[in-house]
Structure formats: C-alpha cells, structure tokens
C-alpha cells in the first residue's frame, strides 16, 4: 500500500518570504502522479500542482514549484514570494489509476501561517 | 459552469439517526469519488461510482455506510445509526473521465458532527 508522509505539522513564516514544505511518499509502483492540494478555512480543496512520475522536469505553476526526487521518492512544495492569501492546510497526495479509479491517497497535512 | 455542489454544508444528528449527503457532479462528469476527513487529517478514498454503478468501494465501512449514484438526480452518501466516531468532513469529488489528464474536482463538503 502506498503511504504519503508529511513531517512538518505547522509553519509559519512572514508575508514575501520563501517557504518549503515537505512530502516523503512510499510506493513500488513506477508510473504515479503527485499532487499538492491547498485548503483554505472555507474548506474547499484547491489543487496547487501536480506531477507525473515520468517527466523529470519539475512542476511549476507560477509562484508555486515542487522539488521532485523519484529516487529519493521525495516531493517537496516551494511557494515564493508567500502571500497572506496563502495561509491553509496543504495535502501532499499520490494517485496511481487502478482500474479507472483515481484513488488519492493524502498525506496528514502541514498547516501553513504566513504572517504580515 | 458550476463547480461540485455538496449539501447540506453541515448536518447535525443524534446518535443512532441516519445521514445523508448529496454530491451533485461538475456538468458532463460521470465519475463520481467520497473521501472523508477526519479532524487534523488528510482525505481517505471512501468509494467511487459511475452512473448507476459502484466501481470501487474498497474504502467505505462495510456496515452502516452505502453509496449510489442513479441516472437521475445526485450521488448520496448515507449513513445509518450514526455514532460519534463518525463525525467528520465528508467530501464528493468528480471527473469527465478517468483518463490521466483529468484532474478530480472537489466539492466544499459536509461536515456531519453526531452529537
């Protein structure tokens, strides 16, 4: 079965810095994705980025950019220029397609705080 | 084009009463996901369906808990004589198809508290 570790329960950094969240995954499948969800106090879950397991070139969605080590099955998330929109919970997810079924599997969430 | 619609947002029930949670797809999805939370944890697979079909329901409680998706109308998610263990958020999430490329969209989910 495949387990999704997040080490890191809380952070906080100030409004403008650089933040690094962590993600360590455990799986012997070699073709996956990886996903980083944002959840904001309205509880929606927002997706962030996404990875798949076949492309070496690292994710990057504007200030958002994820450090992938598929060896290491490593995948953390760098958020630049942090914004107070930015304060929520993120989820560092894995999902493997069996039999149709896109079955995400979280990890326990760090919460995020960035302070003005 | 309207997002998943969930409802109620937030459901209140006494133990030993039953629960209902109603997911209405993204228009044009067909492929139906519930995922719970509980407090200060990440979202665990319940079970998915497709319409008129449960596909995979390797998540889900074996008792009490039961999902459906019909031709017509929402997918619910119900839960009989709930108890307090069963307090959490519990999210529908939907997708066209289940190529690669189409990435699941959430609802905001219900939060049922069993008091």
């Known amino acids: 079965a495949q387990t999704v570790t997040q080490s890191q329960p809380e952070m906080s950094v100030q409004e403008a810095e650089t933040v690094t969240l962590s993600c360590t995954y455990d799986t012997s499948e070699s073709n996956y994705y990886l996903f980083w969800y944002k959840q904001p106090p309205s509880r929606q879950m927002i997706l962030v980025i996404r990875q798949e397991a076949y492309k070496q070139q690292n994710a990057t969605e504007n200030r958002f950019s994820v450090n992938f080590q598929k060896a290491a099955k490593s995948f953390s998330l760098k958020i630049s220029d942090s914004q107070l929109g930015d304060t929520a919970m993120y989820f560092c997810?894995?999902?493997?397609?069996?039999?149709?079924?896109?079955?995400?599997?979280f990890g326990q969430g760090t919460r995020l705080t960035i302070n003005p | 084009n309207a997002g998943v619609m969930q409802n109620p947002r937030h459901l209140v029930r006494r133990r030993g009463q039953e629960a209902r949670l109603r997911c209405s797809p993204m228009?044009?999805?067909?492929?139906v996901y519930w995922y719970r939370q509980l407090p200060e944890e990440g979202l665990k697979f319940m079970v998915y369906?497709?319409?008129?079909?449960?596909?995979?329901e390797s998540g889900m409680p074996k008792e009490r808990f039961s999902a459906e998706f019909p031709k017509e109308g929402p997918s619910i998610l119900r839960i009989q004589q709930v108890v307090r263990g069963d307090s959490a958020a519990y999210f529908c999430?939907?997708?066209?198809?289940?190529?690669?490329?189409?990435?699941?969209?959430f609802g905001n989910g219900t939060r049922l508290t069993v008091t």
């Open positions: 997810a894995f999902m493997k397609l069996f039999q149709g079924a896109q079955k995400l599997v």
């Open positions: 369906l497709q319409k008129e079909n449960i596909i995979d």
């Open positions: 228009k044009g999805h067909s492929h």
């Open positions: 999430a939907s997708s066209p198809t289940t190529e690669n490329n189409s990435p699941l969209h």
